[in-house]
């Protein structure tokens, strides 16, 4: 008896779940804010201008990273740890002042590998 009345506990809350589900609406996906590099490091440029809105990642200050860390804001401490460019790639963004506006799903290319 107990069993029957825990079965019917569980089919009512699945009828409850059912109705408070909207079947059209599709599932969202978490938006990533967007992401800003300093065209200036430690009053180095590390962005050279290519095109309009493409710039190249060039590693002037000899920093022994891997890359240039993407900014959560305008502020040179805010750095995203898991958004890093790598030196030479070049990357899209609009021009802001002093920093560059990488779009969510930023665009950035790796630098060619050459033999040598």
Known sequence: MVRAM????????????QKTEDPVAPPVAPVRSPRFLPKRLQGVSVLTPLAPEIYRVENRLGAPTKGLAQRRSRSVSDVDPASVVLWGSTVTGRDEGDWIRCEAGVSFWAPWATPG
């Open 6 to 17: 825990a079965e019917k506990d569980v089919e009512a809350e699945e009828v409850k779940l």
